[in-house]
């Protein structure tokens, strides 16, 4: 799980597994999930994408025992 910011400061919580696309539009980023619903947040894409990533490490990392 990461978690985002929604436009209004909010924070979400979103399964990065179910992640289908992230598309930047002006100044907001459109994060669609697999099961078609859309997320709109303040993240950028370089911020997700490593957000991401850093989550998969995370659980990846030998010797892990969960998020």
Do not use: W
């Not at 919580?13 to 289908?20: A, K, P, Q, R, V």
């Not at 992230?22 to 894409?45: F, H």
């Amino acid at each position: 799980m990461i978690v985002l910011t929604r436009l209004n400061g909010h924070p979400v919580m979103l399964n990065c597994d179910l992640i289908e696309s992230v598309e930047e539009a002006n100044d907001a980023t459109v994060v669609t999930l697999t099961t078609g619903n859309a997320v709109v947040v303040s993240n950028g894409l370089d911020e997700i994408r490593e957000r991401v990533l850093a989550f998969k490490r995370r659980i990846h990392a030998p010797g892990a025992t969960g998020p």
